[in-house]
């Protein structure tokens, strides 16, 4: 059953949704990745990484990788970074690679507005080998894809102050065609366009609680929106809950180690039909927050 399943999940989704961006639940920790005006908004440099493996039990089923780092540049009102996304699904690979750069205009009433553009590119390996072939003949399956780079820009905005935030992005703007080999699609690079906000409240002098959502437009699909509400606990632990809107449920956990040193981790179960193939999905982040020596604090920022 596990085959079968496998091999229809991979012809559906290199024919219909191949060019789906990859699935992230803990996009508040990593915001560059969708939205390069982001970069350096911390005030420090920031380095975090990211393994996400979905629906677990599920033959072929994604496995996301992400690796970034992103500082301001001193003196200026510049920010820089740079983002390694690497994602596996069934008998494709993909490593998306970018740098990102930001400028800040800043306000008198401590608002910012960052303005961001992507640079990078894709590339995609296809192993056909690893498909169940109902027809070993067919010429479509007789040539694997290796190494072919799709280039890519992206841009974004983001706005923020001490406790609310707000951004618009578009990550990937080319249309550059991939699966150019694959016979049952022609399709393009679709443009997903991402809106994402979420304000602070101080519940007290030890909790903070941060209602949060990032909603995803792609043409030919339907709205994607997570709604979120995390809280952080004496400036040490978070916990939160995450719905994806008709599709998960989430629970998200964050410890600081100490001022420099974070680690997280959230489960999704699927609200849908599909949970009855699958144990949910993980995700396992590290981050490190590079202050300088003599750099303090004074309230670490929720977002």
Same mark, same amino acid.
């Given at each position: 059953? =596990?085959?079968?399943?496998?091999?229809?999940?991979?012809?559906?989704?290199?024919?219909?949704?191949? %060019?789906?961006?990859?699935?992230?639940?803990?996009?508040?920790? +990593?915001? /560059?990745?969708?939205?390069?005006?982001? *970069?350096?908004?911390?005030?420090?440099?920031?380095?975090?990484?990211?393994? !996400?493996?979905?629906?677990?039990?599920?033959?072929?089923?994604?496995?996301?990788?992400?690796?970034?780092?992103?500082?301001?540049?001193?003196? /200026?009102?510049?920010?820089?970074?740079?983002?390694?996304?690497?994602?596996?699904?069934?008998?494709?690979? /993909?490593?998306?690679?970018?740098?990102?750069?930001?400028?800040?205009?800043?306000?008198? +009433?401590?608002? !910012?507005?960052?303005?961001?553009?992507?640079?990078?590119?894709?590339?995609?390996?296809?192993?056909?080998?690893?498909?169940?072939?109902?027809?070993?003949?067919?010429?479509?399956?007789? +040539?694997?894809?290796?190494? %072919?780079?799709?280039? +890519?820009?992206?841009?974004?905005?983001?706005?923020?102050?001490?406790?609310?935030?707000?951004?618009?992005?578009?990550?990937?703007? &080319?249309?550059?065609k991939i699966y150019d080999e694959f016979a049952y699609t022609d399709a393009?690079? !679709?443009?997903?366009?991402?809106?994402?906000?979420?304000?602070?409240?101080? &519940?007290?002098?030890?909790?903070?609680? =941060?209602?949060?959502?990032?909603?995803?437009?792609?043409?030919?699909?339907?709205?994607?929106?997570?709604?979120?509400?995390?809280?952080?606990?004496?400036? =040490?632990?978070?916990?939160?809950?995450?719905?994806?809107?008709?599709?998960?449920?989430? *629970?998200?956990?964050?410890?600081?180690?100490?001022?420099?040193?974070?680690?997280?981790?959230?489960?999704?179960?699927?609200?849908?039909?599909?949970?009855?193939?699958?144990?949910?999905?993980?995700?396992?982040?590290?981050?490190?927050?590079?202050?300088?020596?003599? %750099?303090?604090?004074?309230?670490?920022?929720?977002?």
């Amino acid at each position: 059953m =596990k085959k079968l399943i496998y091999s229809l999940f991979i012809l559906f989704g290199l024919s219909a949704s191949a %060019q789906q961006e990859p699935q992230y639940t803990q996009y508040m920790y +990593n915001p /560059t990745v969708i939205n390069p005006a982001y *970069a350096g908004s911390l005030g420090y440099g920031s380095l975090f990484s990211l393994f !996400r493996t979905q629906w677990i039990g599920l033959e072929g089923a994604p496995k996301t990788l992400n690796l970034s780092y992103h500082q301001p540049l001193e003196s /200026t009102n510049l920010g820089l970074g740079g983002n390694i996304l690497h994602d596996e699904i069934g008998p494709s690979r /993909t490593t998306n690679l970018a740098v990102d750069i930001s400028y800040t205009i800043r306000f008198e +009433n401590q608002s !910012r507005l960052a303005f961001g553009l992507k640079a990078g590119g894709q590339l995609l390996n296809v192993d056909y080998n690893k498909l169940n072939h109902y027809n070993p003949s067919d010429v479509s399956f007789s +040539n694997n894809i290796s190494n %072919q780079f799709s280039p +890519n820009i992206g841009a974004g905005l983001f706005y923020y102050n001490t406790n609310t935030y707000l951004g618009l992005s578009v990550p990937v703007i &080319l249309q550059a065609k991939i699966y150019d080999e694959f016979a049952y699609t022609d399709a393009n690079r !679709r443009q997903h366009v991402y809106l994402m906000g979420g304000k602070v409240y101080d &519940l007290n002098s030890n909790i903070k609680f =941060k209602p949060a959502f990032v909603a995803k437009m792609v043409a030919g699909a339907p709205l994607q929106v997570d709604l979120s509400g995390n809280f952080l606990i004496n400036e =040490k632990f978070t916990v939160g809950l995450s719905y994806r809107w008709s599709a998960a449920l989430s *629970a998200l956990v964050e410890f600081k180690v100490n001022d420099h040193i974070s680690i997280g981790y959230g489960y999704d179960r699927e609200t849908t039909r599909l949970s009855n193939f699958n144990s949910g999905s993980h995700e396992l982040f590290l981050q490190f927050d590079l202050f300088k020596i003599n %750099q303090q604090l004074e309230t670490p920022r929720f977002f």
